[in-house]
């Protein structure tokens, strides 16, 4: 007879880790607040138990202990709109951002080119609001400096880019050629292209861009992904996701390689690979990457004077915007998203683009007949009417909200839309009080990822330098309270995971973020030199960010 083989034991459950001596960020449902005299209980990935430190220490006798240094324990931060695989890349272009002339911006671009003497001249950032004049760049300086070589410099907010003749030739771009559907080649006053492409014209020519290799996608990802890591940061939301990117992610999670969760969303015009991910089930169990839904886009920026607007730019009449898709179109692809249970992203800035939004979405959830089993989302909001912006709460629909672009833009944005519509300008305050969902990102690279940038930017709207006065919208500023629960409740409610993710309570991933400062009682002003102290991701401590 064959030996009986002894029986295989069950592993041991993983061990039980108090955390004690710093203050807990509790939200009930109704506000979040910094709480005193209160341990966390965690057991693998999850929280296991909240409470009174001594009743917890006697519940749990055996426990790891950790003991924090005072501060702030909170829930992990949530990025809630960020461009990931480009936030990465961005070590390996022209940093543009923030240069206050053209000339400056030239001078870094032939400084690139000399040190990266082949291939495509690239860059990112510029902005022209921030010239004297505010005028759009064009070939002639851009040709001087760059020769032969193709150049592809995209503008900071994504939606324009400044190219030279190498890269028109090589695209087939005249005098002759019609704006593509959706975009705009700016034109000087014969006609010629001046290089400013905007919205569609601009991704036209970035699909003549040389492709990266799976390896390179791998790299600028996890790249990226560190960077918001060393933020804060927990978990991401991706959108814009193309289907490289989404075999990336996969080949990381299979290594092993995630450092923080994703939640991504496919670019609407990836066709095959949207039909692919909406024929699976979504994911309900957390995992460190997921696909959550579709990106679409109903309008440009509103720094390119791309954003849909109800009437014409106060500062180019001749203009209101761009439709980048047609709104029916919208409609009929978001419904088939939330039918097959996924989530409709809707890049949404101008007013005309926000009303279309909430329309279309508004259509979609009556032809649902039933609860979406996550949100749909409009992302941006950032100019909205009095009377849409009560929508949203009534609707069901999340407000993905940029707190950076409102204090980077606040000084060109009247000009944009003059004194009357004005107050329309990121409406937050109105948002809040039609009880609907704010989550906040920072649509990174465009903007500054660090969350302790962004939260005073909500509370006072002001720039670092303490401009405007009383605020941009003053009135519409938004609470501490507010401000952290956008990154954590607010944001695992955008993403239909509430319970899961964004709260200390049992049962919800043991993702956790500590500072050292009282979060309840810090000014604005001391909150911008903030830095994470320690981060939990899936219940393991990541290891300290190099400073």
Known sequence: MPLALPPVMPPAPPAIRLITGAKLWLDDGKTGHAVTGQALVIQGSRIKAVGPVLEMAKRYPKAIRIELKGGTLLPGFVES???????????????LNWVRSEEEVLARVKAWCTANPKGWVRGRGWDQNLWPGQAFPGLKELDAITGGRPAYLERVDGHAAWVNSAALKLAGITKATPD????????????NPTGILVDTAKDEMAARLPKPTLAEAEANLLAGLRK??????????????????????????????????????????????????????????LSFFQVQGVKFYMDGALGSRGARLLAPYADEPASS????????????????????????ALHAIGDAGNRAALDLLEADLKALGHAPSAPARIEHAQIVTDEDAARFGKLGIIASVQPMHCTDDHAW?????????????????????????????????????????????????????????????????????????????????????????????????ADLLWVDADLGTLAPEAMRSLKPGRLWVHGAEAKPPER
């Open 180 to 191: 593509p559907k959706g975009g705009r080649i700016l034109r000087d006053a014969e006609g």
């Open 228 to 285: 918001l890591e060393a933020l804060g940061f927990t978990s991401a939301d991706d959108l814009d996701v193309p289907a490289l990117d989404l075999q990336a992610y996969r080949a990381l999670q299979a290594k092993g390689k995630l450092p923080i969760r994703v939640f991504a969303y496919v670019h609407r015009d990836d066709q095959t690979a949207v039909k692919a991910e909406l024929a699976k089930p979504r994911a309900k169990a």
């Open 413 to 509: 944005t009247p000009a944009r839309l003059g004194p009357e519509r004005v107050h329309e300008a990121y409406p937050w305050r109105r948002i809040l009080n039609g009880n609907a969902v704010i989550c906040f990102g920072s649509d990174a690279p465009i903007a500054d990822a660090n969350p302790f940038m962004a939260i005073p930017s909500a509370e006072t709207r002001q720039d670092l330098h303490g401009d405007p006065p009383g605020g941009f919208n003053g009135d519409q500023r938004m609470t501490r309270e507010e401000t952290i629960r956008a990154y954590t409740l607010g944001a695992s409610e955008a993403l239909g995971r509430k319970g899961q993710l964004g709260v200390l309570a049992p049962g919800a991933a």
């Open 321 to 344: 915007g761009t439709w980048v898709m047609d709104p029916g179109l919208v409609r009929t692809e978001a419904l088939a998203v939330l039918k097959a249970g996924y989530q409709p």
């Open 81 to 95: 709109h960020a461009h990931v695989g480009e936030l990465g890349a961005m070590a390996r272009q022209a940093d």
